[in-house]
């Protein structure tokens, strides 16, 4: 079975740019999470989606972070525009379902470098 | 408001030792879960137990063990004949249990264990 997939890997940009970041979740997985983890921290969830509709973005950064997930499927995260803080490792994972009773699967994430 | 104390920020141990990990968390929930996560330098977390507030029971996995204790919250986790594989960062993690499937996980700030050989 395929794991969660996330890319680019690694992304430099400079403060005020713009970026995206992708994930493909676990086929049949209705429910998806993305995480920001600074360095140095544990993750923290940004936004919970159970199959294209939002259960919880409540600490999502609205001005200048969105996400979507079109079709139920793979997800967009993106930044516009970017901040020195937002430096991180952005971790996408998937579940069967909602709620801390099913297993989060992660993805290997991506290094977002704002200089 | 929860929150889950890993004091212990980085641990180095010589192959072979055992090591204990300490986990202690707070929370105004009567029932929760408890979790450890496995970090390896590859960056995806490793999802390792799940424990519920009911059961505190101890669980035994081979090499890994946990040690769960309401009294003093907390939630720790043995490697016992550590191996340079088990070399990472490890999380605790703690989240309520509810009907609603919006329950956040809430981490830890994690451990970094080095296995020196």
């Known amino acids: 079975e395929a794991g969660v997939a996330q890319s680019p890997r690694y992304k430099i940009i400079e403060k005020r740019q713009s970026v995206a970041f992708w994930c493909n979740p676990i086929?049949?997985?209705?429910?998806l999470y993305w995480y920001q983890q600074i360095l140095g921290q544990g993750p923290k969830l940004l936004i919970q989606?159970?199959?294209?509709?939002?259960?919880?973005d409540s600490q999502l950064p609205k001005d200048r972070f969105s996400a979507e997930r079109l079709k139920g499927v793979d997800s967009t995260l993106k930044i516009q525009p970017a901040k020195l803080e937002d430096s991180a490792v952005y971790l996408c994972?998937?579940?069967?379902?909602?709620?801390?009773?099913?297993?989060?699967?992660f993805g290997p994430g991506t290094r977002l470098t704002v200089t | 408001a929860q929150k889950v104390t890993q004091a212990q920020t980085e641990i180095s141990v010589v192959e072979k030792e055992d090591v204990t990990l300490d986990c202690v968390y707070e929370?105004?929930?009567?029932?929760?879960?408890l979790f450890w996560y496995k970090q390896p330098p590859s960056g995806e977390l490793v999802f390792l137990i799940r424990r519920n507030s009911f059961d505190e029971q101890n669980e035994i996995s081979g090499r890994y063990s946990w040690n769960f204790q309401k009294s003093t919250s907390s939630f720790n986790f043995t490697i016992t004949a550590s191996q340079v594989v088990d070399s990472a960062v490890y999380f605790c993690?703690?989240?309520?249990?509810?009907?609603?499937?919006?329950?956040?996980?809430?981490f830890g700030t994690g451990t970094r264990l080095t296995i020196i050989p």
């Open positions: 086929s049949g997985h209705a429910t």
């Open positions: 929370t105004r929930d009567t029932t929760y879960y």
């Open positions: 994972a998937s579940s069967l379902g909602a709620g801390p009773s099913y297993e989060q699967y």
């Open positions: 993690a703690l989240a309520p249990i509810s009907n609603f499937g919006n329950e956040k996980l809430t």
């Open positions: 989606f159970q199959n294209n509709g939002v259960v919880d």
